[in-house]
């Protein structure tokens, strides 16, 4: 069980020469019945350990070194007397704090939450408290003011760029921003200032919002044509490359790519009762006269 090698240093001020000297056999068995006896003094984890040792016990299993130092550190708390100090209070506490915030990612939550048990063990490693740091800022005062006034300000358009890139991924079906479209199928979420930028400032989400947005080169009610780069155009295009179509619809909110000329068109091809969807960069304009 990892870390019960450092379990003595969360009690600093303990003497090791007044700690319970360790034996085995029938008296080891008799030591983990009478710390179970009064846990009062113990935590969680210190509860689920005697009494996980008691199984092992009972199964004639020897005990490792690491688990009879905690044993030996649980029996050294138990004859202290006075209220139970537990040197961790300040920080646990601070990550309660966190962990009780409702934007926290999927990993941010899993994050404290081990943090949590691990206090139960033994203080936190610089890195750890560092890592934690990092997103405990994003919940001061001051931070939280920046969010409010943030919110203030995400109107219709921020909006709708939020929706157009979230489904472009999710459509994608690739991974990317996999927290990001999980927070997106809730209608009143509203994602932070960093959160929005990185997924709807980077070039290709520019690119989906600029399909949509930027004014279309083939009205409605027009002919185009389909271009003839049969090598490039989609597999169930390729059947109308060079033939007229009739452009139906010219203002689709779905993108299904990120490339330049990505706005997608519902066109009626000629002779075909079925219309298709068809990206800008695979038309051109009707020959003239048509």
């Known amino acids: 069980m990892a870390g019960y090698r450092n379990y003595w240093r969360r009690d600093a001020g303990i003497n090791p020469a007044d700690r319970v000297?360790?034996?085995?056999?029938?008296?080891?068995?008799?030591?983990?019945?009478?710390?179970?006896?009064?846990?009062?003094?113990?935590?969680?984890?210190?509860k689920s350990?005697?009494?996980?040792?008691?199984?092992?016990?009972?199964?004639?299993?020897?005990?490792?070194?690491?688990?009879?130092?905690?044993?030996?550190?649980?029996?050294?708390?138990?004859?202290q007397t006075g209220p139970v100090v537990d040197p961790n209070a300040a920080v646990r506490a601070r990550v309660e704090a966190v962990a009780a915030e409702t934007r926290l990612s999927d990993w941010e939550k899993g994050f404290c939450s081990s943090l949590l048990s691990q206090l139960?063990?033994?203080?936190?490693?610089?890195?750890?408290?560092?890592?934690?740091?990092?997103?405990?800022?994003?919940?001061?005062?001051?931070?939280?003011?920046?969010?409010?006034?943030?919110?203030?300000?995400?109107?219709?358009?921020?909006?709708?760029n939020w929706h157009l890139v979230t489904d472009y991924y999710r459509r994608g079906g690739e991974g990317y921003y996999k927290g990001s479209v999980a927070n997106a199928t809730d209608p009143e979420y509203v994602p932070d200032q960093t959160e929005y930028e990185r997924v709807c400032?980077?070039?290709?989400?520019?690119?989906?919002?600029?399909?949509v947005t930027d004014p279309p080169r083939f009205e409605a009610g027009k002919w185009a044509c389909v271009r003839s780069i049969s090598g490039r155009i989609e597999r169930e295009h390729r059947a109308f490359v060079g033939k007229l179509v009739l452009v139906i619809?010219?203002?689709?909110?779905?993108?299904?790519?990120?490339?330049?000329?990505?706005?997608?068109?519902?066109?009626?091809?000629?002779?075909?009762?079925?219309t298709i969807e068809i990206e800008e960069r695979y038309l051109k304009r009707a020959p003239k006269g048509v």
């Open 21 to 46: 000297p360790r034996v085995g056999g029938k008296a080891l068995g008799e030591r983990i019945v009478k710390a179970l006896s009064d846990t009062s003094r113990c935590s969680d984890f210190e």
């Open 201 to 211: 400032s980077n070039k290709y989400a520019v690119r989906v919002i600029a399909a």
């Open 49 to 79: 350990f005697l009494t996980s040792i008691q199984e092992q016990f009972k199964k004639r299993k020897n005990l490792s070194q690491k688990q009879v130092d905690l044993l030996v550190g649980i029996e050294t708390k138990q004859q």
């Open 120 to 160: 139960d063990r033994r203080a936190l490693s610089q890195n750890q408290i560092g890592a934690f740091e990092r997103i405990e800022i994003r919940f001061s005062p001051e931070a939280k003011e920046k969010l409010n006034a943030w919110v203030a300000s995400f109107d219709a358009e921020k909006r709708r």
């Open 249 to 274: 619809k010219n203002d689709n909110l779905k993108v299904v790519s990120a490339a330049k000329g990505a706005k997608l068109y519902t066109v009626l091809p000629i002779g075909s009762a079925e």
